[in-house]
Nanobody, 122 residues
Framework: QVQLVESGGGLVQAGGSLRVSCAAS????????MGWYRQAPGKQRELVAS???????NYADSVKGRFTISRDNAENTIYLQMNSLKPEDTAVYYC????????????????WGQGTQVTVSS
């Protein structure tokens, strides 16, 4: 069984900063990529940032220059440092992971965390 556990969300004023974390645990053979998505009320879930095992990153245009994704491969953990936050960044932030299980070494699976609320007040 694999679990992705997010932490670090909360309430912050516009212009402030937050860092959210996501730790993957379980019988994981290899994590190929992890990412952060967000979903605001009434909107579709959207990609915020992603990072591969090799460290290649991808960001949504709306967060470029403000958010930074990083990864600790030894701890199977990713972080999202969010600076210069805006009210429109308010959403539930979900992490996901594309990974290979010890029990199924030739298949890749996608797992999601339960989400963490980020609220930016104006």
């Amino acid at each position: 069984q694999v679990q992705l556990v997010e932490s670090g969300g909360g309430l912050v004023q516009a212009g402030g900063s937050l860092r959210v974390s996501c730790a993957a645990s379980g019988s994981i053979k290899r994590i190929n990529a992890m990412g952060w998505y967000r979903q605001a009320p009434g909107k579709q879930r959207e990609l915020v940032a992603s990072i591969t095992s090799g460290g290649n990153t991808n960001y949504a245009d709306s967060v470029k220059g403000r958010f930074t994704i990083s990864r600790d491969n030894a701890e199977n953990t990713i972080y999202l440092q969010m600076n210069s936050l805006k009210p429109e960044d308010t959403a539930v932030y979900y992490c996901n992971a594309r990974l290979v299980l010890e029990a199924h070494p030739y298949n890749e699976f996608l797992y999601w965390g339960q989400g963490t609320q980020v609220t930016v007040s104006s």
